[in-house]
């Protein structure tokens, strides 16, 4: 893996891509959960999608998404992201740059909203839908 951030363990390692190591780090990422059984954090969406820019750029970061995705089913892997979104149109979209999320029956989403009195999560995935409350502290 690059040696962008030290790993704080042996089977931990922590990447900080720029725009220059950009696509090392997705081959290098690639080629380990190829391998082997990893989980993949991208924290978050919001700033990965700051890499591309341009006309096709949210193709290309879904692009990018959809193959990890694909390879991560082989080898049993899972990819979790996080992203400040919202909706619009009918369709989630970042905030506040209004690129266009993808959507599949595979990904599992967790919606984090609050109110008054609860933290409330809404976990979706295909013809799933569960909600979720968690009463805030007085």
């Not at 690059?2 to 080629?31: C, F, M, Q, R, Y």
């Amino acid at each position: 893996m690059s040696k962008t951030i030290e790993s704080p363990a042996d089977n931990i390692t922590i990447v900080k891509p720029t725009l220059g190591n950009l696509e090392n780090v997705i081959n290098e990422v690639i080629h380990q959960v190829v391998d082997k059984k990893t989980i993949v954090i991208i924290d978050s969406l919001n700033v990965l999608s700051n890499f591309f820019s341009g006309k096709d750029s949210g193709r290309i970061l879904n692009a990018y998404l959809m193959l990890l995705a694909s390879i991560s089913e082989q080898s049993n892997s899972r990819i979790i992201f996080s992203s400040v979104a919202k909706k619009k149109d009918g369709m989630w979209v970042l905030s506040p740059t209004n690129r266009h999320i993808v959507d599949s029956g595979k990904i599992l989403k967790i919606f984090v909203t609050e109110n008054s009195m609860d933290l409330v999560l809404e976990v979706t995935r295909e013809n799933y839908l569960r909600n979720f409350s968690v009463r805030k502290d007085s």
